[in-house]
C-alpha cells in the first residue's frame, strides 16, 4: 500500500488512558518457546484477554488452523472477544502492530496505523526479524486503516506519549545502531524528532535508558509511564539485594527537569520495583515492571509480582493516578518471563467519538 501524505498539525497519536474502541492482541505462541511454557503462556495470555474484555472488546489475532481453533473455542462463552485470522506468529502486540493514531480532516475523522519498520528489536542473531514481524505492513488488509511508514526503525514500546503532543523515548533504543545506524552527515535524534512532528509529537523528551537490557534495548515502557494530569510514574529498583540499573537515576533527573509541549514541568512520581528475592527467574529477562500496564476504558490491567509490600505500594499509585478506573493487577509470570508484561502483549485502536457507555464501545473504523 503506498504511503500517506501528511500534514503536522493533522495527526495526533492519542493518550493510553483516551477512549478505545477494542483492544487488539494476539493468540499465536512462537515455535521458539517450549511446550510447556507454550501453556503457562496461553494461561497468562487469557487471564489479560478476559480482564480487558470486561471493559472493552478485543480483537484477538490468530494465524489460521490449529491456533484458530483453539481460541475459537477457549473464547467461546465470551462475547466481548473477536477471533480474527491473520498471519501472526507472536504475541508482543505492541512492538509487531502499528501504533494507531487519528488524522483530522476537513468535516471528519479517521483512524490511521503508524507503521514504525519493526525489524524484530534490532534483528539480532539472538533473535532475527521473521515474517510475522511485518504485520503492521498489512495494516488496511488486517485492521481495515491506512498505513502511515515513519522514516527510521522502532517498536511501540519504545514511546510513552500523553496525548498533547510530548512523547519520552530512549537513547539506548532509538539510537542502537541495529535499529537506526550512524549514517554521514545525519544527526539521528534531530531526523527521528522532526518526523515525529509529521504525527503531531511537538516534544520529544529523550532519556538513556539501557543499553544492556535483552532484546528491546531499554524500553521506555518498561520504567515509565504517562498519567493524566501532565504526571509520569517512573520505575525506582531500590533493592539492597540487585545492583542499581545504570542511569536509571540520571533518568528520573532529567524527567524532573523537563517540560511538556506546553512549557509546563512535569510530576514525577517514583514506584518501586519489585525486590529481588520475590522473583525466582532469570534475571536477564524476567521484566519485573509494574508500570508495563494496560490502560482499559475502565481499569488498569497491571502486572504483579508475588512481593506483597511492593504490589500494594504499586496498586495504590496506580489507584492515585486513575481514580476512576479498577485496578486488575494479575500474575503473568511466564510472559514477565520472556521480557514483557500487559503493555507489550496489547494494542489499543482509539476511538473517534466517545459514546456514553465506553464499556460497549464498538470499533469504527
Given at each position: ?188 535524534q534531530r531526523a ?26 531499554g524500553h521506555i ?73 494496560y490502560i482499559a ?69
Amino acid at each position: 500500500m503506498a504511503r500517506h501524505s501528511v500534514r503536522a498539525a493533522s495527526i495526533r497519536i492519542p493518550a493510553e488512558w483516551e477512549a478505545h474502541a477494542c483492544c487488539w492482541m494476539a493468540w499465536a505462541i512462537h515455535p521458539e518457546w517450549a511446550q510447556g511454557d507454550a501453556v503457562r503462556i496461553k494461561r497468562d495470555l487469557s487471564k489479560v484477554v478476559h480482564a480487558i474484555a470486561r471493559f472493552e472488546p478485543v480483537r484477538l489475532l490468530a494465524p489460521p488452523g490449529r491456533a484458530f481453533r483453539e481460541a475459537r473455542q477457549h473464547f467461546s462463552r465470551c462475547p466481548a472477544v473477536t477471533i480474527i485470522k491473520a498471519p501472526v506468529d507472536d504475541f508482543w502486540m505492541r512492538d509487531i502492530m502499528p501504533t494507531f493514531a487519528i488524522r483530522s480532516e476537513s468535516v471528519r475523522k479517521r483512524i490511521v496505523a503508524i507503521d514504525w519498520n519493526f525489524n524484530g528489536w534490532g534483528g539480532t542473531p539472538d533473535r532475527p526479524a521473521r515474517p510475522g514481524d511485518q504485520l503492521a505492513k498489512i495494516a488496511a488488509a488486517t485492521f481495515g486503516v491506512p498505513r502511515i511508514s515513519s522514516s527510521f526503525v522502532a517498536e511501540g514500546g519504545a514511546f510513552a506519549v500523553d496525548g498533547r503532543g510530548t512523547l519520552i523515548t530512549t537513547r539506548s533504543c532509538l539510537l542502537n545502531s541495529n535499529r537506526n545506524p550512524v549514517r554521514g552527515g545525519v544527526n539521528r535524534q534531530r531526523a527521528i524528532a522532526c518526523w515525529l512532528r509529521k504525527v503531531g509529537i511537538r516534544k520529544v523528551i529523550w532519556l538513556e535508558g539501557d543499553a544492556c537490557e535483552p532484546i528491546t534495548s531499554g524500553h521506555i515502557d518498561g520504567y515509565v509511564l504517562w498519567t493524566p494530569g501532565n504526571s509520569v510514574l517512573v520505575e525506582d529498583p531500590n533493592d539492597s539485594g540487585n545492583e542499581p540499573i545504570f542511569w536509571r537515576e540520571h533518568d528520573l533527573e532529567l524527567l524532573v527537569q523537563s517540560r511538556n509541549a506546553q512549557g509546563r514541568k512535569l510530576s514525577v512520581v517514583r514506584v518501586l520495583s519489585p525486590r529481588r528475592r520475590y522473583l525466582n527467574r532469570n534475571r536477564d529477562s524476567f521484566a519485573a515492571s509494574y508500570l508495563n500496564v494496560y490502560i482499559a476504558n475502565g481499569a488498569v490491567v497491571a502486572p504483579q509480582f508475588g512481593d506483597p509490600e511492593r504490589d500494594a505500594l504499586a496498586r495504590e499509585a496506580l489507584a492515585s493516578a486513575f481514580p476512576q478506573r479498577e485496578i486488575i493487577p494479575l500474575r503473568i509470570d511466564a510472559i514477565a518471563a520472556g521480557g514483557g508484561g500487559v503493555h507489550c502483549i496489547t494494542q489499543s485502536m482509539p476511538m473517534l467519538e466517545r459514546k456514553r457507555d465506553a464499556r460497549q464501545a464498538t470499533v469504527n473504523f
